[in-house]
Every structure is written in structure tokens, then in C-alpha cells.
């Protein structure tokens, strides 16, 4: 995801230090090219040497080092930089740059660059809720810098509060975001997600394998690209990928009441839950009991459910409405089928039979078949790369309407 990208890493000194080894490796797994500067403060805490193994790099360390090539050190850092990632930022550092100061090599790189600056603050909360701390990030965030917000939690010191450094994980996934083009900025995209359930007393329900883990990689990769999103989402075990809006709902009937109150103001409805397509006529409002006899039977009469996708992909206007088609047999047959009677502008056809498409998995295997005939298959592939192949495809439609 990272390749090409040059990212020096400044880590200044602070305890979560540690935590900057990991960070350096998580970088390198996505093929960043990596750069330590440490600060003074930063070296009584690690040896330069464990970031220089982590990063196939030399750690620079002083504005005065003697060199082998003759460059000026700190002005090819800010010059080949994309980004200048601060992580631990104490704030000494946050301090110095919000005031302009360049007395070490970090503070001097970050003032000789057009690169992105991002600080990942780290510190005791009592001082990151200082208001002299908080000014001086407003200040910084103003002028463009960013700020991966510290977690909460209890502290080197003792405290418990915020201050603790973000996880490297959540890290990495900030600097992988930073570079991904907001071509989807200004737009509102709505997903639907996971499946739905029908109850048929109070402790039973049917439903199905949706695991939701396809509708919740679309919202993350429409977010990561700028767009406001809102997945409406069935019942799940995922975490609300951030910044997204998620609306829970439970049954089918749900479903299409959460669509319609976001529908008018949408620019594209991606429908790629499992909704179920009937429920039981009656709900039980007591357990239904077994009878003691053998030919006890249960007989459940159940009723169809609103259509959402035929609903809305009839009632769009300037919305663009993505459908999914999950067969176990004839996909293209019944999936172009569904794409004209729900009036989709394409549908995403997967065939559940095949090992590693469909439900639960972390990959798929789809046909893409639009309203103007073209089919196009596509070898398997993760949900998450998936999730990018749908988007661009609705991005092109939506520039060609603009
Ligand atoms: O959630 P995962 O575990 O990641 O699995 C992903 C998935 C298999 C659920 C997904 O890839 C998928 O195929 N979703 C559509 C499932 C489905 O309900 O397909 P369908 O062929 O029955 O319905 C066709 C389209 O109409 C779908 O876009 C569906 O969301 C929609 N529909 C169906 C019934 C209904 N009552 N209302 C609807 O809107």
C-alpha cells in the first residue's frame, strides 16, 4: 500500500518509544520506505540501533554527524520526504514546531518540508489536557498538520486519562489513508450490510451467513476516499470501521425504513447485505413449547418482505444503485435478471457454492455486469480489493453524469 513512499519517521522522547520499533515494522510490511530521525531525549529511552535494523537504514541522529556524501542532511530528508510522521511526539516537540523553532535535526527537517507532518501526541494527560498543549495542536492542526488522536487509558505514570500513543496498527492505517485520493469527497454513499433477522417468538429467528464483511469494507474504502458514508447494518460482530456512521437495524422491514431516511440525500446506495426476503406471518410473544407427542410438528406460514433494492433502484433519480447477486446457480441468468427488474446501474454477481467467494470469507469471486451489457469476471480477490474495483466503477459513473 506504501510503495514509493518515502516516510521519515521522527521519534522523540517518550516511553511509548517501544512502540515505534513496531511501528517502523508495520510500515516496512507495507513497503514504505523508511527513515528514522531520533532525538536526543528519544536515544536515552532506545539505541538508534534497533531502529536502524528495523528500517535497513541509518538512524539520523545530529544536525553535525560527519557524512559520507556531501548533501545537507536535514535539507535531502525534507526534500525526499512524503511524509514526516512524529511518533512518540512529546510535547516539548509539538511545542518547538508550533512556534517554529528548528534546534535539532527533527524540528529543523519538519521546518524545511513541504512534505504532510503528522504527530502522534504522547504524554502524560495532565499536560495533554494543558491548555498551553491544546493551542498549540489547534495552531498546528490550522495550519494543515495532522494529529492522530492519543487513546485513553492508564499511563507510563500512573494516570489513567488521554495521552496514551495511538496503537501502531491505527497508525499505519491513518498513513495509508493520508495517501489515498479523496475522489469520493462530497458524496454520500449509503451501504447496505450483514444480514437481517425475523423473529418467530421471543428467543428464536431465522436469518442467514451474512457476516456483513462485505458491505463494511465498502464503507471503509468509500471513507478512506473522502465520502460521508452510512452503512445500515444487520445484526454483526464487526467494528464500525472509523468515521462511519452505522445505523442498526434487525429485520428486513428495518432495513427499508433506515434506506428511506437517507435515500433523497444519497449519491449512491450499494446494496450488499443479505436481507432476508421473508418473515413469519405471525411473532409468538411467548416461546412456542414442543408437545409431548410424536408427530408434533410446527408449521410456520411466512409472508414476503419489502424488496429494498427494487423499491429504491425504481425510485432513484440521480442516485447510482449497485446490487448483488448471491447464486448458487446460472449466476449471470438470474443476476442480469435482477440488475434490470431492480433497475441497478451494476450488479456484483458472487456464486456462495465457491470456496472462497460469498459469505464470511475475506475474498470473493465475482462477475460485474452493468445496465449496458458488459460482463466482467474476476479472479479471486479480498473483500478489501474488491471493495476498491466497485468504487472506481461507480466513480467513472459518476464523473460521466457530472
Ligand atoms: O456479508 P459477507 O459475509 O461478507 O457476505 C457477502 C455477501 C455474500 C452477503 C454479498 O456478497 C452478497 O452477495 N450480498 C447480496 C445477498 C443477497 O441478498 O442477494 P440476493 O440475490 O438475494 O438479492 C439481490 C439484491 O437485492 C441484493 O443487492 C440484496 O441486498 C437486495 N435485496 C434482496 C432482498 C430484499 N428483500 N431486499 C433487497 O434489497
Excluded: W
Amino acid at each position: 500500500m506504501l510503495k514509493g513512499k518515502n516516510i521519515i519517521l521522527g521519534v522523540t522522547g517518550g516511553i511509548a518509544v517501544y512502540k515505534a520499533a513496531d511501528l517502523v515494522s508495520r510500515l516496512k510490511k507495507q513497503n514504505a520506505n523508511v527513515e528514522v530521525i531520533m532525538t536526543d531525549a528519544a536515544m536515552e529511552f532506545v539505541n538508534p540501533l534497533t531502529f536502524q535494523t528495523m528500517s535497513n537504514n541509518p538512524v539520523h541522529t545530529s544536525m553535525f554527524n560527519k557524512i559520507d556524501k556531501f548533501d545537507v542532511e536535514h535539507i535531502s530528508l525534507a526534500k525526499k520526504a512524503d511524509m514526516i510522521l512524529v511518533a512518540p511526539a512529546t510535547a516539548n516537540t509539538i511545542a518547538k514546531v508550533a512556534h517554529g523553532f528548528a534546534d535539532n535535526l527533527l524540528t529543523t527537517v519538519i521546518m524545511a518540508s513541504h512534505a504532510k507532518i503528522v504527530f502522534a501526541p504522547a504524554m502524560n494527560t495532565e499536560m495533554y489536557n494543558n491548555p498551553i498543549q491544546q493551542e498549540n495542536m489547534n495552531k498546528l492542526k490550522k495550519l494543515g498538520y495532522g494529529f492522530i488522536q492519543p487513546g485513553v487509558g492508564l499511563l507510563a505514570c500512573g494516570d489513567y486519562g488521554a495521552g496514551k500513543m495511538a496503537e501502531p496498527a491505527d497508525i499505519v492505517e491513518y498513513v495509508i489513508d493520508a495517501f489515498v485520493e479523496k475522489d469520493l469527497k462530497g458524496k454520500k454513499i449509503v451501504i447496505t450490510a450483514g444480514p437481517t433477522i425475523e423473529p418467530l417468538d421471543p428467543v428464536r429467528y431465522i436469518t442467514n451467513h451474512s457476516s456483513g464483511k462485505m458491505g463494511y469494507l465498502l464503507g471503509k474504502e468509500a471513507k478512506s476516499r473522502g465520502a460521508e458514508v452510512v452503512i445500515i447494518s444487520g445484526p454483526t460482530s464487526l467494528e464500525a470501521p472509523k468515521g462511519v456512521q452505522v445505523v442498526h437495524v434487525n429485520t428486513t422491514q428495518e432495513m427499508f425504513d433506515a434506506v428511506g431516511e437517507h435515500f433523497d440525500s444519497c449519491d449512491i446506495l450499494i446494496k450488499s447485505a443479505a436481507p432476508a426476503d421473508y418473515r413469519p406471518e405471525n411473532i409468538s410473544s411467548t416461546k412456542i413449547k414442543k408437545k409431548d407427542n410424536k408427530e408434533d410438528e410446527l408449521n410456520i406460514k411466512f409472508v414476503r418482505n419489502p424488496d429494498i433494492a427494487l423499491h429504491y433502484g425504481n425510485k432513484k433519480n440521480k442516485q447510482i444503485v449497485i446490487g448483488f447477486a448471491a447464486e448458487t446457480d446460472n449466476l449471470v441468468e438470474y443476476a442480469k435478471n435482477k440488475l434490470e427488474k431492480k433497475n441497478f446501474d451494476f450488479i456484483v454477481a458472487n456464486d456462495v457454492t465457491k470456496e472462497g467467494a460469498g459469505f464470511k470469507s475475506d475474498t470473493n469471486i465475482v462477475t460485474i455486469i452493468d445496465n449496458k451489457g458488459e460482463i466482467e469476471s474476476y479472479p479471486i480477490m479480498t473483500k478489501s480489493k474488491l471493495s476498491k474495483t466497485i468504487l472506481d466503477k461507480a466513480y467513472l459513473i459518476l464523473k460521466n453524469k457530472s
